[in-house]
């Protein structure tokens, strides 16, 4: 798996790799619908959304455009579902921002101790209850750290790990299971999924 190219390196097409013709018109048409809608909202040129603002809407079948300070995300479903499986599910997304905030609060520990932050990688693991109503049972992060962790820091990071606003209470129900890995050691969970 290769890292993302930087927003500063992005030329071209390449931008979005993968990108079939039917997926990139409705990336356009929804990224225009945005637009329209913002420059209704508060005139052209104008911020569409104050900070913290998101708005979902409908681009077709299951798919649905999501707009974060002019930022746009898809969703859809996979075709075993009835989507085109043109994106995430929503979720997919709703792990990937638990993932993204354990590596950003882990990426930020690492800095602040003089570790190295290039290569961390978060993978995340989820299941499905398998009880009503339809929900996320439990997910499992494992959190790998490519230059390795010293032992003496090894116990901090795990709190650092869930210093995340999506770990807080009142944002989560209960915490998810999350495993920390590094090479060379063995995993330290808090739970299975």
């Not at 010293?150 to 915490?175: D, M, Q, Y």
Request: net charge positive.
């Amino acid at each position: 798996m290769t890292a993302p190219t930087p927003a500063s390196q992005r030329n071209g097409p390449e931008f979005l790799p993968g990108l079939t013709p039917p997926e990139a018109r409705r990336l356009a048409a929804a990224l225009l619908g945005q637009a329209a809608a913002a420059e209704r909202e508060t005139g052209p040129g104008q911020a569409s959304a104050p900070e913290g603002g998101i708005e979902i809407a409908h681009v077709g079948g299951d798919s649905y455009a999501i707009s974060a300070r002019g930022h746009l995300l898809l969703t859809d479903q996979p075709a075993s579902a009835g989507g085109e499986d043109a994106a995430p599910t929503p979720t997919e997304l709703l792990v990937a921002a638990l993932a993204s905030c354990v590596a950003f609060y882990v990426g930020r520990y690492l800095v602040r101790h003089g570790l190295e932050r290039d290569g961390l990688r978060v993978t995340a693991k989820f299941v499905m209850a398998a009880e009503r109503p339809a929900r996320v049972g439990a997910i499992r992060l494992r959190i790998l750290v490519p230059g390795g962790i010293p032992a003496e820091r090894r116990a901090a990071l795990h709190p650092a790990a869930r210093a995340g606003r999506i770990h807080r209470p009142g944002v989560t129900p209960s915490r998810p299971p999350c495993g920390l890995h590094w090479p060379g050691a063995p995993v330290l969970g808090c739970g299975e999924p």
